[in-house]
């Protein structure tokens, strides 16, 4: 028998950066939750905890402060430069993926901000290796519903099925969305507000037959508009909406009163693809 | 020694009602969190077992799904129609006290809306109890930011102090706020409205020497807005964004580059009144 | 029309310090989350931003950390002398309440520890004021189930009423439970094991009519074996467990398959006094 | 151009279901929170909403809750009976995936438990296909602490370093692992358990001077123990405790005082295997 070491990466996760453009009266805030992760030629500290290839946690966190400190164009950007200097300056770095959580501010005057705390976010991961960037870009915690316009019926009856068909049912679910880019030559801020706008837009005009067919459809959506695109990972819970039954207080509910529930929940992964 | 029974209540928690307005083609959602808690004449239940006296939260929950079929004007309103209800209908319940967490969903279509999953979100509690409504209406999770203006100086200086005078710092705070109505007859919605930006408008217009000086300020400006407003409660973090030291890497950092920290953190609380 | 300050305080909050004993080659460690709210003649700041009687909360951190290396006895003990220095060491300073979460660790060896990433710990508040500190000790998130002797019958029915009568349901809580000590002679860590037995056992030997009923026999219990507690407050979710109907499947359930709900849950609340 | 569907499943997630055993006075639970994921052909559901091949996820629970009648000798038994189900029973169906986490009470009398809310627990994982289980067991949110017997030395230093070199340092990480097994003929409750203990006496014997070192030896010591595992999976994120500096309060701080960070903090990923 023998025993040897797999994959592996290691890295600082959730470096919290805020950066102020302050070059006018008119502040600008970009605010980012950082997390880098290096691969390479690790096995020695695994094996014999021989540190001599090891870039510390602590030294990455310092180069996200320091590049931070000639600005943030984008997260895609700013992960891209980060990647590019680990495996550029590290002999022992042959990949670094950088995932940067983004939290978007409301402008209240020149230098007033407010956000949820909490809530939906962007998230951008850039892998970096062989010389060139790889960028996948998404958001997490995006609540949709459509009060109407969807059906469940048709499906299979077995000896456990209960479930009564339904004609006319609330939608609702909580976007977790990834879009992988085939080039990076791409205004990524711009892209971000396409993709945004194609998941909604797709979750609100799709007559929706199945949360299956909804996913396809904001799926492909993305791609018909970002051209760069050429391919959409979408996770959609189904936060089920349960008609409360009223009869037995003697009143109907014609789709008006519903339960929201927590858990269990339906969910439904899946992949649309450019060929 | 003698042991007895102090002061009691119980309720159902968290009854997650979504109320659909399907009067035209353009429906309306209202989104509640509701949690009533029972008060009166429950000592047999404690003491004995005996439940003669008791209105199981099973039923709680059930009247309000049933008192949601009738419309929900405002969480405030649904509160009150509630604990009017509870203490009106049973003898043994003196103190009905409903909690509200209201949900906002932003529109995209005449059936399709969105929220983020978490974040900011109103909180209404209404005491019913001698056959009138008691109103505290609040909200909790906005985080606001001031990226200068804020100053932190002339502090005590004692033996453990290593802090340093700030004199351009970024303010940043989690708001929770509550304000109490001496009064009921109000326009709920509209009133919420005008209290969120008076709390933000004092946040972003006070040139801020302390986050208690801001505090008052918020309170103070709230109460200015709403004439029936006589009490307001703040709690408010101060989320510590700390300048990060890039001398080591021979850069300065006037103001650019932030490390926003978790905890510890400045917790101010208090509250101010009209009198 | 007169705006005036209402009660206020302020402090650093969950300074997170761990405390290793290493008087031997057998480490003990002590991990502590210290929040620290401090009130006295604070208008200045609030009204003016003058902060010279603002002891600054990182100096209360500091403090903190400071005071840990001298040792720490419990965290009662820890508690109350640093609301006597507070209180003692600063004029503008009338009460400092004190709250410590501490986390349990199970030892593995002679430097080695282990224990759950979340779950039950301990909560002790401690308020100095008057140049003596008020002792509140209580447990958090410990989740306690009796699969049988519990029943819910005999209550009120009204026009909502669907619950059918239980006369053999999974009785389930997370309790939360805070004890108030009329004294402060006393064995801090002894006390509260016996505490947390008293709760275990009374809502193990409980025949439960209601959750109220065996609230109070917690409550009790803890009173009868603490002779210098005063004062037991009980908050205890009920977190039903609803038995499946299998009928559908062609199986029964006698007591033997149960759904554990989040939410919407009871939540019963109540004090139990020695007088 | 053409769109199509890439990877796709869904089901049933987080249905939470407590069985308990009462085949004599003396009753045991088990405490389980299991997702179903089917994958196979689905392609009509997503794009035209034929749900003709679909088992609705509602059917999914039901069955969870209809085999769990039958007892549940183990999570991993379990997980691969629902498997062969949905595969065996369901011609649309290629791949059932089952996910099971498991909550461990312990015991106070013959019908009465307790476990922290929250915390530590176990994670199975099984994957039918084909005709036959693929397990892969683990465990989530044990954290470990060595205050000693840990040094981190001898990296790499560049332009960002700032880190000191530490020869003394408390190593503490939260443990998530997952075994995966080459065969199913396994005792599995006796394979979780020495599982369990061999990670953390890995952990507690292992002189560190990197986490991945640790990491390296927590993964090896498993496959040691439990001939059937061919790969151990483990992410440690380094909870980094900090040496606070007491010097300008004229206090040395041999090891004594800490300061437990958030974040950011280190993150080692690394795979184990058997060749």
Redesign the interface.
């Known amino acids: ?22 070059d006018s009266e008119r ?1 600008e ?1 970009v ?1 980012l939750n950082v ?1 880098v ?1 290096l691969a390479g030629d ?1 096995d020695d ?15 990455q ?3 996200v ?2 590049f ?2 000639d600005g943030i164009e984008s997260a895609e950007e700013f992960g891209a430069r980060l990647g590019e200097h680990f495996t550029g ?2 002999e ?1 770095i042959d990949r670094a993926t950088v995932t940067l959580q983004e939290y978007t ?1 409301t402008r ?2 020149d ?10 976010h962007k998230q951008a991961t850039v892998v970096y290796e062989n010389g060139r960037p790889d960028v996948t870009v998404g958001l997490r ?9 969807s059906e ?5 009856v ?6 009564a068909p339904a004609t006319d049912r ?1 939608l609702a679910t ?1 976007v977790t969305a990834d879009w992988h880019f085939s080039e990076t030559d791409v205004d990524w801020n711009k892209a971000y507000t396409a993709a945004r706008t194609a998941l ?2 797709a ?2 005009d799709t007559y ?3 949360l ?2 909804t ?2 459809a904001m ?2 959506k993305v ?2 508009v970002l051209p760069q695109v050429d ?1 959409v990972t979408l996770t959609l ?2 936060k089920h ?1 349960f008609l ?1 039954d ?1 009869e ?2 003697e ?1 109907d ?23």
């Open positions: 028998m023998a025993i040897e070491l797999g994959s592996n990466r290691y890295g600082k996760a959730e470096t919290r950066v805020v950066r102020v453009v302050r502040h805030i605010d997390s992760a690790l500290t695994h094996l014999t905890g021989a540190n001599d290839k090891v870039l510390p946690t602590d030294t966190k310092n180069t402060f320091a931070a400190r300056s590290q022992s501010w209240h005057g230098h007033t901000f407010s956000r949820g705390d909490g809530g939906e915690d995006l609540l949709v519903l459509n009060s109407t316009d469940f019926t048709g499906y299979i077995d000896e456990y099925t209960t479930l609330i909580a909604i837009e979750f609100r929706s037959l199945s299956q067919q996913l396809y799926g492909a791609i018909e391919r819970p189904n909406h409360v009223l037995p207080f009143l509910n014609p789709g008006l009163v519903f339960f929201a529930a927590d858990r269990p929940y339906g969910l439904i992964e899946g992949t649309v693809e450019r060929r």
